[in-house]
């Protein structure tokens, strides 16, 4: 069973930076793609980044330049950096596979919050 636990968020003024962690546990980072995702109130989930098997990331134009996935296969963990942070990337972050199906389960997700 696969369980995903996400921390490192908070509360942090507008260009600030965070670093978000996902560990992952029932399948290996280093034989699936992963992503971040998020959730901001009121809109649906997006995926934000993304990191292949071979380790190649990349990101939606609106967190380019800003945002960086890495991972540690040892630890079994990806990472999120995040920053020169914006109010609209308030939002709950999630990791998950690149591709998730409908049956797919999802962590608790973190609490971004950006302020003025």
């Known amino acids: 069973q696969v369980q995903l636990v996400e921390s490192g968020g908070g509360l942090v003024q507008v260009g600030g930076s965070l670093r978000l962690s996902c560990v992952v546990s029932?399948?290996?980072?280093?034989?699936?793609?992963m992503a971040w995702y998020r959730q901001a109130p009121g809109k649906t989930r997006e995926r934000v980044t993304f990191i292949t098997v071979s380790g190649i990331t990349g990101s939606v134009d609106s967190v380019k330049g800003r945002f960086t996935t890495s991972r540690d296969i040892a630890e079994n963990t990806i990472y999120l950096e995040m920053n020169s942070l914006k109010l609209e990337d308030t939002a709950v972050y999630y990791c998950?596979?690149?591709?998730?199906?409908?049956?797919?389960?999802w962590g608790q997700g973190t609490q971004v919050t950006v302020s003025a």
């Open positions: 998950n596979s690149f591709t998730v199906e409908a049956s797919d389960s």
């Open positions: 029932g399948m290996a980072v280093s034989t699936r793609a």
